[in-house]
């Protein structure tokens, strides 16, 4: 075992490095999503009557519920960009949380309806839409983060792909709240879920390929 | 040396500190030397740790000073033997049969034998100029800075020498 020659290659290489604080990436992914989230009411792409909305319960749900997830996740995600730290149980307990959300809304849900009722309130056309434009929501945190976990040092790639894709899913669905004309838990719960499934797996499987060190 | 050592060392090195760094990566190779040996097959044991060398360099700017050293490294270490077995999984593998055929190589062997008993019966400027530039691949000009023949005088010692190794060949073909 001799390793003298690329010892001395990268001894030669050195040059000091500006360590990396998890400080200032929280406050990087908080910039871009406070910036998404004044443009977003800036440009107008809010319902009009936002404080008549907030009276409704299923507003609650859906903030409080995004909120939450997109901010554990944000968390999780960020300290994964460290080698040294394991997102795994983190991720356990986040399936339960998001479980419970989902368990909840459906709570909120009115009583039980035949196979046609619950088509006619799935209304997938609308429901494409809405998750199509979450989707588009979930783009600047979705960046902000890859670049972060591409500087970083993620030794769990695909745990951490997958926090990355959630936490930016959640925020884009959080966002889209507040333009979301329907209150119904059920097409709620289906169609949210399908925004943010769809992004977290994009991520999942897309992300380790370009974060790959 | 102890975890707190790396760690000093860690921190003088992400200040640039060449001399402390190439101290630290000497440690850090014997350690991971230690811990692919038991972890890969003994072919994949050097490349493992030059990799996991050079992905502490690159990935220096991460390591927390307030943390410890070790668990870093390991962290990383794990990373990359994780990567090397999936490549592993990856890889097609062809068992080798007992009765597999392999060319013979006695004629080559017989033929550079032949050429070197024919060599040694030309003369020595000769056998070596042709040895240089007509086996070893070297032009006229590096043969003649090399024998310290002029240029010339290479080409005419090829030439000749070519010719009597012909007659040579005619001559054993003949006996035969």
Same mark, same amino acid.
């Given at each position: 075992?001799?390793?003298?020659s690329l010892i ?9 490095? #500006? /360590?990396? #604080?998890?400080?200032?990436d ?8 406070a910036?998404?989230?004044?443009l977003?009411?800036?440009? =107008?792409?809010? /319902?009009?009557?936002v ?10 749900w ?7 997830? @997109?901010?554990i @996740? ?12 394991? %997102? ?16 909840? =809304? ?8 035949g ?5 006619? #309130?799935?209304?997938? /056309?609308d =429901?494409?839409?809405?998750a ?12 902000g983060l ?12 695909? #745990?951490t792909?997958?926090l990355?894709g ?14 979301? %004309? ?6 709620i719960?289906?169609?949210?879920s ?14 380790? /390929?370009?974060?790959?060190? | 040396?102890?975890?707190?050592? *790396? ?22 190779g014997? *350690? ?26 690159e ?11 070790g668990? *870093?490294?390991a962290?990383?270490?794990r990373? +990359? ?7 592993? +999984? ?7 049969s007992?009765?597999?055929? !392999? ?6 062997v017989q033929?550079a034998?032949?050429?070197?008993v024919l ?5 020595p ?6 040895r240089?530039? +007509?086996?070893?691949?070297?032009? !006229? ?9 002029? !240029?010339?005088?290479? +080409? ?10 012909t ?10």
């Open positions: 075992m001799n390793y003298d001395n290659r990268l001894a030669e290489d050195l040059k000091p490095v #500006r /360590r990396r #604080r998890l400080g200032l929280i406050m990087i992914v908080a910039a871009i999503c910036a998404e989230l004044a977003f009411f800036a440009l =107008g792409f809010a /319902r009009p009557l404080p008549m909305m907030m009276k409704q319960a299923t507003v609650w859906r903030l409080a519920s995004l909120g939450l997830i @997109s901010l @996740s944000f968390s999780l995600a960020i300290q994964s960009f460290n080698p040294a730290f394991s %997102p795994r149980l983190g991720l356990r307990w986040l399936a339960v949380i998001v479980a419970i959300c989902l368990v909840f =809304g459906l709570c909120l849900s009115a009583g039980p309806d196979l046609n009722a619950i088509i006619h #309130r799935l209304n997938w /056309r =429901g494409v839409q809405c199509a434009k979450m989707i588009a929501l979930s783009i600047p945190p979705l960046v890859s670049v972060l976990m591409r500087r970083g040092a993620p030794t769990d790639t695909r #745990r792909a997958l990355v959630l936490a930016a899913a959640a925020w884009g669905a959080f966002v889209f709240v507040f333009a979301c %004309p329907f209150d119904d838990p059920l097409y719960a289906t169609w949210y399908v925004g943010c499934g769809s992004v977290t797996l994009l991520s999942r499987f897309v992300l380790p /390929r370009f974060t790959a060190w | 040396m102890t975890d707190s050592d *790396w760690r000093a060392l860690m921190v003088a090195a992400q200040s640039g500190n060449a001399g402390v760094y190439r101290r630290l990566l000497t440690e850090v014997v *350690w991971l030397h230690r811990y692919y040996a038991r972890r890969l097959p003994s072919a994949m044991v050097d490349d493992a740790v030059q990799e996991v060398l050079l992905a502490l360099h990935k220096r700017h991460t390591y927390n000073a307030t943390q410890p050293f668990p *870093w490294l962290a990383i270490a990373y +990359k033997w994780i990567d090397r077995l999936r490549a592993m +999984k990856a890889a097609t593998m062809e068992e080798l007992d009765d597999l055929s !392999i060319l013979d190589h006695g004629e080559a033929s034998r032949s050429l070197e060599l040694d019966l030309l003369k400027a000769q056998a070596e100029v042709i240089l530039v +007509k086996l070893q691949g070297l032009s !006229i000009e590096e043969a003649a800075a090399r024998t310290g023949q002029t !240029i010339s005088l290479v +080409k005419v010692n090829i030439h000749r020498g070519l010719r009597r190794l007659l040579l060949a005619q001559d054993q073909a003949d006996e035969l």
